[in-house]
């Protein structure tokens, strides 16, 4: 045998693997039953009943809807950033400051909260109380229109926005890379042919930008499939895994139902990272395999000391 | 309206912090000239060039292209900078071709070509079709056109870069280097372009180390050094006569 050492390695894994099959076949406390068939007399296994579902469900929009407001607010954050202008650029560092130091758990709990500060929510002119009395008007609040703290500001809108806020910040550092990745002759060339600066963002910097920019994203929104399980502190009980906490609860089963939670997540994230895939190969483009091969040739030549050629010195 | 002067500088200065890089460029380009910019390195050459489509800012002087001051509007007496939209509409008049291509990596040569015009003027997509492959079958690259830039050599990249730049049917024509970056036997294709445009009346600025070209296509030739003019006139004139001492010294480095 040319490679002993491998083959041994592959014994162990093999017996390793058999083990693992062994305990998930045989072992009974895992009641597999329980898990895909039946949990209780004439119910469907713990996986697919109508809480668990419904939390399910929860979990997916709720990762989809805090994923928009992270993308969308972190791209804005992000351009904000890298602008001229000092007043924007603050801002920016102060939100990712915020939103990067406090734990994502703690956020929840502060948003199921924040109802405290507020009777009403709603649009109106900042002081309206104070400015009526200014002007002798004892009922004037200046406000165009509010709703009750308590009803917005509560279960899935808080969760969300924890969520979603917290997510733009780590976004905002992921697109700021993506961007700032992109050689300065992409804009200047674009610029040179009569381009604004929202056109050359648009479409020129951002779709380069996306091939840095995609695969920490992902990895994102694997992390926010698993974090949404955070918002059962809100609370918020439209969420996967604090319903099949509840089955528990009912039924003092534990190992089971914390296996159901496994499996949901693995196959999200599974639909997930193939669907990465996907998109990393569209935003790929341009880049295949001829590229990538003359790119590593060059590699190969500065190694050997030859010279680059193609990257010329500047002025 | 033409104005008999199609590129006009007058006492540029530029600066990079307190770097002085530009101090005084005097400068005339009639229509359909080919002026070539010859210098050593950090002679502020390529920076003059950057000036003329607002690239960079000048600090002081003026830049006038067909008779438009390039960046700045003039109100009593004084000039102010214009905003972004009015430099975006006067750049679109103006091509400029970059030492290192940038095409756009992520579009099909043809993609590079039709961006502008569709985006930028708006125009109708199948007429800027028909004048793209047009464009591209006269920079010899009819075949690559629905290639990336990164599968083509860099002699090919440049030739897509000048077409995407004609594209926009520009009056003036801006060359940064653009042979520097190339493998020697990929130069010519790209001068042969160049030529062409010259011949068909295209009004070109040049900076570059091609002294060849700069005699055959010239017609007019300027030697910086250290941030001036130092010699000017006839590219002939300037190449086998120099009169000054640093022309002189940098003509017998490079021929």
Redesign the interface.
């Known amino acids: 045998m040319r490679h002993p050492a491998r083959w041994v390695g592959l014994g162990v894994i093999a017996i390793l693997v058999a083990m693992f099959v062994h305990l998930l076949v045989t072992n009974d406390r895992f009641r597999w039953s329980f898990i895909f068939l039946e949990y209780q007399d004439g119910k469907r296994g713990v996986m697919f009943t109508e809480p668990v579902l419904n939390g399910l469900r929860g979990t997916i929009l709720l990762t989809i809807s805090s994923m928009a407001i992270g993308i969308g607010l972190g791209i804005v954050i992000a351009i904000m950033r890298l602008s001229e202008n000092r007043i924007l650029s603050s801002v920016a560092f102060v939100y990712t400051w915020f939103f990067r130091a406090v734990p994502r758990l703690v956020l929840a709990v502060l948003f199921g909260n924040l109802n405290i500060l507020w009777e009403r929510i709603g649009f109106g002119l900042p002081f309206g109380t104070q400015i009526g009395k200014l002007f002798g008007l004892d009922g004037f609040d200046g406000q165009f229109y509010s709703i009750k703290a308590s009803d917005l500001l509560a279960g899935f809108v808080a969760g969300m926005l924890a969520l979603g806020l917290s997510e733009a910040a780590y976004m905002a550092e992921i697109v700021r890379a993506g961007i700032q990745s992109i050689?300065e002759?992409?804009s200047?060339?674009?610029?040179?042919?009569?381009?604004?600066?929202g056109?050359v963002l648009r479409?020129?910097v951002l779709?380069?930008a996306m091939r840095v920019i995609v695969p920490p994203t992902g990895n994102e929104i694997i992390a926010m499939v698993k974090d949404t399980s955070l918002v059962a502190f809100v609370p918020v009980t439209f969420e996967l895994w604090f319903q099949l906490q509840q089955v528990s609860a009912r039924t003092f089963v534990v190992l089971p139902v914390i296996v159901a939670a496994l499996i949901w997540y693995l196959i999200l994230c599974t639909v997930l990272m193939v669907a990465q895939f996907f998109v990393e190969r569209h935003?790929g483009?341009?880049?295949?395999a001829?590229?990538k091969a003359?790119q590593r040739l060059r590699d190969i030549q500065v190694e050997q000391g030859g010279r680059i050629?193609?990257?010329?010195?500047?002025? | 309206m033409t104005a008999t002067e199609m590129v006009r500088a007058d006492n540029v200065h530029k600066s990079f912090g307190s770097l002085e890089v530009l101090k005084g460029i005097d400068l005339v380009v009639k229509p359909g000239e080919v002026c070539c910019v010859l210098g050593p390195s950090g002679s502020g050459k390529s920076t003059f060039l950057r000036c003329i489509n607002h690239l960079e800012k000048i600090n002081a002087g003026r830049i006038l292209v067909d008779g438009e001051l390039v960046g700045y509007r003039e109100r009593g007496g004084k000039l102010h900078e214009l905003g972004e939209k009015d430099v975006a509409k006067q750049r679109r008049s103006i091509g400029m071709v970059f030492q290192r291509f940038n095409l756009f990596p992520h579009m099909t040569v043809l993609d590079n070509v039709m961006e502008a015009p569709c985006r930028v003027k708006r125009e109708s997509k199948a007429e800027v079709r028909d004048r793209s492959l047009s464009l591209l079958e006269r920079v010899g690259l009819g075949e690559k056109v629905g290639n990336y830039p990164g599968q083509l050599s860099g002699g090919q990249q440049q030739r897509v870069a000048i077409a995407r730049a004609l594209a926009m049917r520009p009056k003036l024509m801006l060359f940064d280097e653009p042979t520097s970056a190339l493998d020697p036997e990929l130069v010519g294709e790209v001068l042969d372009v160049m030529k062409g445009l010259a011949q068909d009346g295209m009004t070109m600025v040049v900076v570059t180390h091609e002294i060849g070209f700069a005699r055959e296509v010239g017609d007019k030739l300027i030697f910086m050094d250290g941030g001036v003019v130092v010699e000017q006139g006839t590219p002939r004139d300037v190449i086998t006569n120099p009169q000054h001492e640093r022309t002189r010294a940098f003509l017998s480095k490079v021929l």
Do not use: I
């Not at chain 1, 060339?189 to 604004?196: D, I, K, P, R, Y």
């Not at chain 1, 483009?285 to 295949?288: M, P, T």
């Open positions: 050689d002759g992409q200047e060339a674009a610029v040179a042919l009569g381009m604004s600066r056109q479409r020129v779709p380069q935003f483009k341009g880049y295949g001829a590229a003359r050629t193609g990257v010329g010195e500047g002025p």
